[in-house]
């Protein structure tokens, strides 16, 4: 059970990616007012981490509505997955989720979605759907956990850019995009395997 609360607490961590998602709010935040961007960040993670707390609960219901198969989201999570690597290894102007603008207070997008409850991490939490009470409680508890450093880096984040710099800032990002790229070709893997199984 501690195993699998550590891969899916690493797995979670890889695919909101706080610390990349630290330049995104730094600048969705510039306009709004010192005293009131912590509300503003707490609000974005609580509507974040209930939305994919409720693609976890409700995923299957969700699957079987949209007639798709666990195989079918495996795969495709997969492929975003990979794609969403590809932008944190390479950098591009914009970040990964592409340049934001407006100059009013944000409140839902684009801090908590897409920057924390974005594709990737939607995908990822569907896949954790499960009827086991065991699965569930790790599930829960490794969001929760997830939810967490969210508050802890993204309430820092001015600071932790201004101490850290922007080079480090982009080095943690790639690394952390290479740990994304592995783990998004394993489960492109494990999709491509479980559906070869449905062929025999």
Request: glycine content about 8%; aromatic content about 10%; overall charge neutral.
């Amino acid at each position: 059970m501690t195993q699998d609360f550590f891969q899916a607490f690493i797995l979670l961590i890889l695919v909101t990616d706080p610390f990349g998602n630290i330049p995104i709010f730094v600048s969705a935040l510039s306009t709004v007012t010192p005293e009131r961007r912590w509300r503003v960040v707490v609000r974005a993670c609580a509507i974040a981490f209930f939305l994919l707390l409720l693609f976890m609960f409700f995923g299957k219901h969700f699957l079987q509505a949209l007639q798709l198969s666990e195989v079918a989201l495996r795969i495709g999570g997969g492929v975003i997955l990979f794609l969403i690597a590809l932008r944190m290894v390479f950098p591009q102007e914009g970040g990964v989720f592409g340049a934001t603008e407006g100059d009013s207070e944000p409140f839902i997008v684009p801090l908590a979605i897409p920057a924390l409850a974005g594709p990737s991490s939607l995908a990822t939490v569907l896949l954790f759907s499960s009827n086991s009470q065991s699965d569930v409680v790790v599930h829960v508890g490794a969001l929760v956990a997830v939810a967490l450093v969210w508050l802890v880096v993204l309430l820092g984040a001015e600071r932790m850019q201004r101490a850290l710099g922007e080079r480090t800032m982009t080095a943690v990002e790639r690394l952390m995009g290479l740990i994304l790229t592995a783990m998004a070709v394993e489960m492109l893997l494990a999709g491509i395997r479980e559906y070869v199984k449905t062929l025999g």
